[in-house]
C-alpha cells in the first residue's frame, strides 16, 4: 500500500508563514499529480494546489500569490509554501498523490492523515 505522511503544520500569527511537507512511501512506482487540500470546521474541503508530474500547477483563488506548491519527484514529497497567512486559512491540511502502484494501470488516489494549521493572534 501507499502511506502519505504530512508535516509542517503549526499555530502562526496572521502575516506569518509555514511550510508543509508530504512524503509518500510504500508501494510507489510512479506518482502523477499531488495537490493540498484543506477542511476547516463546517466546511466542505477544498482544492488549495495542485501540481501535475510535468510541474504545471493550479491554485484556489483564495491563496493565488501567497501560496507556492512545489514537489521533489527523487523524494515522492509535494512541499506547499505558505506566506501572508490569514485567519480563514486556518484548517486542517490533506496531502493527496495519485499513485501508480505498478508499471501498468491507472494510478489510485491517497491521501494523508492531515496536519493542523491554525493563523490566530
Known amino acids: 500500500q501507499v502511506r502519505l505522511v504530512e508535516s509542517g503544520g503549526d499555530l502562526v500569527q496572521p502575516g506569518g508563514s509555514l511550510r508543509l511537507s508530504c512524503t509518500a512511501s510504500?508501494?510507489?512506482?510512479?506518482?502523477?499529480?499531488m495537490g493540498w487540500y484543506r477542511r476547516a470546521p463546517g466546511n466542505q474541503r477544498e482544492m488549495v494546489a495542485t501540481?501535475?508530474?510535468?510541474?504545471?500547477?493550479q491554485y484556489a483563488d483564495a491563496v493565488k500569490g501567497r501560496f507556492t506548491i512545489s514537489r521533489d519527484i527523487t523524494k515522492d514529497t509535494v512541499y506547499l509554501r505558505m506566506d501572508s497567512l490569514r485567519p480563514e486559512d486556518t484548517a486542517g491540511y490533506y496531502c493527496n498523490a495519485q499513485v501508480q502502484t505498478r508499471s501498468w494501470g491507472s494510478p489510485f488516489d491517497f491521501w494523508g492523515q492531515g496536519t493542523q494549521v491554525t493563523v490566530s493572534s
Open positions: 510504500g508501494t510507489v512506482f510512479r506518482i502523477m499529480g
Open positions: 501540481v501535475t508530474r510535468d510541474g504545471t500547477t
